[in-house]
């Protein structure tokens, strides 16, 4: 198998572009949509897989790179699963996640008043790696865990200050990044791809 030498990173979101890269290889050569002045495209798929392809094959596209591309978000069982594929959505056209925080703790006291003890979720991710000739290849990553009552810590992104994994007492905010990108859904996705890198 050729060993991929150079790479784009489909996302324009910051947080999200340091993780992948820093799975990926250090003396790779990384790029960013940002780089070619190209935005996101509309995320119109109905699953992670299905949003994770079509951003990996329209960046590949317009680059005419290999492209590595994430769909993910977190699943909360009280909210049937929501906020789901529209995970970033819920963090308004600023990209807010206090807001989307908000609107969790909102709607899961909306369903049930003390829910602490049952606040199970998820942090789903699925990865694609879409060359240009439109070979494709899609990982899942998948981490258990539940909702903390509030939020807590400062490092990463989105919806970590608010994430307890399974086996753990800190929130992925809380968590020393190397301790996080160890154990989350984007290491177990990535995990599966490390062949086309190393």
């Known amino acids: 198998m050729d060993k991929i030498k150079k790479i784009l990173i489909g996302t324009n979101n910051t947080g999200k572009y340091r993780e992948i890269s820093d799975l990926l290889p250090k003396k ?8 070619f002045k190209i935005l996101s495209p509309a995320e119109s798929g109905k699953s ?7 951003k990996a094959s329209y960046f590949s596209k317009k680059t005419n790179l290999v492209c590595l591309s994430d769909d993910s978000g977190l699943e909360i069982d009280l909210l049937k699963g929501k906020p789901g594929i529209y995970s970033s959505r819920w963090s308004g056209p600023k ?21 602490e003890n049952s606040s199970s979720a998820r942090f789903v991710c699925c990865l694609t790696l879409f060359w240009p000739n439109g070979k494709n290849y899609s990982t899942m990553g998948i981490v258990e865990g539940k909702i903390s009552n509030a939020k807590k810590g400062k490092n990463g992104f989105g ?18 990044s190397k301790l996080k990108m ?11 791809l490390k062949d086309f890198f190393y």
């Not at 790779?28 to 780089?35: D, R, T, V």
């Not at 992670?48 to 079509?54: D, G, T, V």
């Not at 160890?182 to 599966?192: E, M, T, Y």
């Open 95 to 115: 990209n807010d996640f206090n807001l989307a925080i908000e609107k969790i703790f909102k709607k899961m006291n909306q369903v049930k008043k003390n829910w």
């Open 48 to 54: 992670f897989k299905e949003n994770s392809i079509l």
């Open 28 to 35: 790779m050569q990384k790029y960013s949509p940002k780089n």
């Open 159 to 176: 919806y970590d200050p608010i994430f307890i994994p399974d086996g753990y007492e800190k929130t992925f905010g809380e968590m020393d």
């Open 182 to 192: 160890s154990i989350d859904h984007r290491f177990k996705a990535f995990s599966q």
